[in-house]
């Protein structure tokens, strides 16, 4: 800062993309994030991913049901939404990610519905709760591995086509530096990824809470701290050195704050806590969930909100405090509530517990 | 009628004070039966010229603006960012500058290629406009604008930015800006008439013509002489006092 120069008319700019934009990201990482959690043990049968891949996909599900609702918010005209389809612009990263938002869900809602057919069936078996619905739901509860593999197949492609769209479209945007580089789309994906674990290891405390599930999940959510921090590192190393223009000038902006600094210090410190815990006490799920979830938010709500508090023109930081309102914090509790509603229409047709046993499930056999 | 060309001839005028005697008639003319919109035939390329020397930092501009153009309280198309600036080469301690921001009718707009549904475009003319009807409120082209000079309209939840007041410029007048400039700061004119004076001042203005953010590459059509290199980009200074949006806390929709 250049202590000479004070500025004391200019406009301060407020922020454009909502909190509704922050839980969109935040839940679509995570639903992209657990889906892919979801393919070892579903998909590949691999024998120790059985149950975290069916908890990753029932968080996959809530998730990537209530993020469009959250990205539907963020838009200042929301009953226009169609005009995405009706005015498809190439050049928009925006305009791509109208098309690739229903493919993912698409291939995810049906690949979620073929994976759990048979799990729906044995809980109408059981005569459960809501087993009627469950029965119907089940359609016959047969296990389709083709069907189940092609679905699988279409929402990775739709998975990999949004977690590219989400980062791009931040990382193009050459007007804020900060946003501007091209490890912004890898840091999105690690804490997605990072995050969805953390779902699944909260998912698992509340059902099976089986040792092995947690153990697995633990040694994925210490890469992703491994990779998080190395590319965090190789961000501040590309800043600091100068070596990458887009990075020193992403850097030179957020810097000199002292709430950047704070907010880089406590990022890279709960990062470093969790690798170390899900490293050192593996059987610390919970709270290493917790705090992969809590990464994840944090890193989105500082790059977003953050982000958008330094001025393209002006001096100094942007202030920005909460409204309560829906433009606010109704947004970020709206939008925790449709996913719990949604949690619980879920894990009503299909116990949690259920679906962390699986075939194990001797219930309704 | 007054023809197209007749109000093309008057922008053309060789003198501001030539303009505004026209300006009257052009009106009456425009309230008679519109123009046709002459930015059509692109043989018009709007651009403005911001003479800082003469910029007295009153905010008339920042005003008309908002009459002009039904601006919601605390959003601004347009506004005089005024900077207190220490001197080191004089008996005063301090001095001010004041720099006129407003949509740069980017030759080169970041925010065209983002906007997801083609509701922000260039027209035939030069301006950056926004279709009204079109726009779904994303604020994907606020995050693109380098300049700060877009925001979501809290009245009409869309897109909203300097137009250079294209209804105006549509009718052969001068954008409200312009007109209300108490020190002739702002030039408006057709680069593409040799003979205008917006042409002649660029031309005379050359070597100390400036743009800001010119690393972007992206054309402004805002062109400025004074333009202090401290301030062409994001100004390194202790931040603005007056955060008018704090009003606005409630209304955000």
Request: hydrophobic share 45%; aromatic share 10%; charged share 15%.
């Amino acid at each position: 800062m250049n202590p000479n120069i004070v500025e004391t008319i200019n406009v301060a700019r407020e922020v454009a993309w909502l909190p509704w934009a922050v839980q969109y990201f935040f839940l679509i990482g995570l639903s992209y994030g657990a889906f892919l959690l979801s393919l070892p043990g579903i998909v590949f049968r691999r024998p120790t991913w059985g149950g975290v891949s069916r908890l990753a996909l029932l968080g996959a599900l809530v998730c990537g049901l209530s993020a469009p609702v959250a990205l539907l918010a963020d838009l200042h005209q929301p009953g226009r939404f169609w005009h995405f389809y009706a005015y498809f612009t190439p050049t928009s990263w925006m305009s791509w990610g109208a098309f690739f938002i229903p493919i993912y869900l698409g291939g995810l809602i049906v690949y979620g519905w073929l994976a759990f057919r048979p799990d729906l069936a044995r809980h109408a078996a059981s005569g459960g709760r809501l087993a009627g619905v469950a029965g119907t739901l089940a359609y016959g509860g047969h296990e389709s591995r083709g069907a189940l593999k092609a679905a699988a197949l279409l929402a990775f492609v739709g998975a990999a086509l949004v977690a590219l769209y989400t980062g791009v479209e931040v990382a193009v945007v050459r007007a804020r530096p900060l946003w501007n580089t091209p490890l912004l789309p890898v840091q999105f994906f690690i804490t997605a990824l990072a995050g969805a674990t953390g779902l699944a290891l909260v998912f698992n405390r509340f059902s099976s809470r089986d040792a092995a599930h947690t153990l697995t999940l633990s040694r994925v959510l210490a890469a992703t701290q491994a990779l998080a921090l190395a590319i965090g590192a190789l961000w501040l190393a590309l800043g600091v050195s100068g070596l990458s223009p887009v990075h020193a000038k992403a850097l030179a902006e957020v810097g000199p704050s002292a709430n950047w600094q704070i907010s880089a210090v406590w990022a890279a410190a709960a990062t470093a806590l969790t690798l170390l815990l899900a490293w050192k006490r593996p059987g610390s799920g919970l709270l290493v969930g917790l705090l992969a979830l809590h990464s994840a938010w944090m890193m989105r709500w500082s790059i977003f909100i953050g982000g958008q508090e330094v001025p393209k023109t002006g001096a100094g930081y942007y202030s920005y405090s909460l409204p309560l309102g829906p433009e606010g914090l109704m947004g970020i509790v709206g939008t925790a509530g449709l996913w719990i509603f949604l949690f619980v229409l879920i894990t009503s047709l299909l116990p949690l517990d259920r679906i962390a046993a699986g075939a194990a499930d001797k219930a309704g056999v | 009628m007054k023809s197209c060309s007749d109000s093309s001839s008057l922008l053309a005028s060789p003198s501001r004070r030539a303009f505004l005697r026209g300006v009257p008639v052009v009106t009456a003319a425009a309230a008679v039966a519109p123009t046709p919109a002459i930015a059509a035939t692109g043989r018009h390329q709007w651009a403005m010229l911001v003479d800082v020397r003469k910029c007295i930092g009153c905010q008339a501009c920042t005003v008309s603006c908002i009459q002009e153009n039904g601006v919601p309280e605390g959003s601004f198309r347009t506004v005089v960012s005024t900077y207190s600036v220490k001197l080191t080469d004089s008996a005063q301690p301090a001095g001010t500058y004041v720099l006129p921001r407003l949509c740069n009718h980017c030759d080169n707009p970041p925010c065209i290629p983002v906007c997801p549904v083609g509701a922000t475009y260039k027209r035939d003319d030069g301006i950056v406009a926004v279709d009204g009807d079109r726009c779904v409120g994303c604020a994907y082209c606020v995050q693109a604008c380098p300049y700060d000079a877009r925001f979501i309209n809290h009245e009409t939840n869309k897109a909203d930015k300097c137009t250079f007041c294209a209804h105006r410029v549509d009718a052969g007048l001068l954008p409200a800006c312009v007109e209300t400039c108490v020190g002739g700061a702002r030039i408006f004119g057709d680069i593409n008439d040799p003979n205008g004076e917006l042409a002649r001042r660029l031309k005379e203005a050359q070597p100390q013509l400036k743009a800001l953010k010119p690393e972007l590459e992206t054309s402004p059509r805002v062109f400025y002489i004074g333009l202090d290199e401290r301030f062409s980009g994001k100004v390194e200074g202790e931040g603005t006092l007056w955060k008018p949006r704090n009003l606005q806390s409630t209304a955000h929709g």
